[in-house]
């Protein structure tokens, strides 16, 4: 079906489908079975020490014969060695979040990585693209986690118009509509974190899956707005007190000690209410868990279905 897709020749992929990061579980059992499936997994280094990560690709390396990646949040104390560490394992995708990866870039692709940064700008991705990025992934900040200030909606066709390489579309994506949409709008593929989020590979706390089956449209809030680090999370005990603080002029350093810990508290201890639960706004349409082969399998199969509804929507012949 992707034969003569930009992302899938580039990459020698089956299907335009990325996993997003996801610190503490994007984990080398999810990247594993996503790349099995035909996606892009990738490893969510968060903020892992360079040993850990190491672990996590040979482990991966060991499940999967087909390319996988790793995706360096760039605000990692560890960036520097995270990204030796990569080099040194001659990962063949590094996906990027968080900031600006151009000082990286020459190293990684000297040894033939694939670098595809996460921009949440036009002006990031025409500097980017510049410095030899091979592709984009444009996120909205429909997303979970770390955010940009633009939607999806405006992003992807401003970042196709504005650079020369294939766009990933990432942000509020969860189904073949939006898969379909994305590609509407211009973009080569798709990235998603949430729906991956509920797969059987994943190994988040199931407290934290519950989580995201109850979410409404309605249940995510975003913080750190006044820190300059916004980021989107389940509305709960945390983000109350964490909104209440930031409301009443609290420091940077008083914000910052709430967020300690609290994305491994949520994810691996299950308390979703004082951690920190990261999930996109598509978190109120998704209400099953099932494999990452049938995600994937149904985001695809589902496609011509949307693009017939979308010929009966118009109401005419097109
Ligand atoms: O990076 C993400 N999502 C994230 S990062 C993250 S951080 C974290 N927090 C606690 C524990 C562990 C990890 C959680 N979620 N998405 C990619 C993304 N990148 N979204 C937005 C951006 C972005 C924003 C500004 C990229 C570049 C940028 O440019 C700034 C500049 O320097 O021009």
Not at 72 to 92: A, G, T, Y
Request: net charge neutral; glycine share 12%; proline share 5%.
């Amino acid at each position: 079906m992707f034969e003569n897709n930009a992302v899938c020749k580039l990459l020698g992929i089956k299907y335009p489908i990325f996993q997003g990061g996801m610190a503490w579980i994007g984990t080398a059992e999810l990247a594993s079975a996503v790349s099995n499936a035909g996606g892009l997994g990738l490893i969510g280094a968060g903020h892992m020490p360079p040993d850990v990560l190491r672990k996590e690709i040979q482990k991966c390396k060991g499940w999967t014969e087909k390319p996988f990646g790793v995706n360096i949040m760039l605000m990692s104390p560890f960036v520097k060695e995270v990204m030796q560490v990569v080099v040194d394992e001659r990962v063949p995708v590094v996906t990027t979040g968080a900031g600006n990866p151009g000082e990286y870039m020459p190293a990684l692709k000297e040894i033939g990585t694939k670098v595809i940064p996460v921009i949440a700008s036009v002006a990031l991705a025409r500097r980017l693209v510049k410095g030899g990025a091979d592709a984009v992934i444009a996120e909205g900040l429909e997303s979970g986690g770390h955010i940009g200030e633009i939607a999806t909606m405006p992003l992807i066709p401003q970042a196709v118009d504005a650079i020369d390489v294939p766009v990933i579309a990432a942000g509020g994506i969860g189904d073949s509509r939006g898969m379909a949409a994305a590609f509407a709008l211009g973009a080569s593929g798709v990235q998603m974190g949430t729906r991956f989020v509920l797969s059987e590979e994943c190994i988040a706390h199931p407290n934290y899956k519950n989580m995201v089956l109850k979410a409404k449209d309605r249940s995510t809030v975003v913080t750190g707005r006044t820190l300059g680090h916004p980021a989107r999370v389940l509305a709960n005990k945390l983000t109350r007190t964490y909104l209440e603080m930031e409301a009443n002029g609290a420091s940077t350093e008083e914000l910052e000690q709430l967020g300690v810990g609290s994305l491994h508290k949520a994810t691996h201890l299950g308390d979703v209410e004082n951690g920190s639960v990261m999930i996109g706004q598509i978190s109120g349409m998704l209400d099953d868990i099932k494999p990452v082969k049938q995600i994937i399998e149904d985001m695809v199969n589902g496609l011509p279905a949307v693009l017939e509804s979308m010929r009966g929507k118009m109401g005419g012949s097109l």
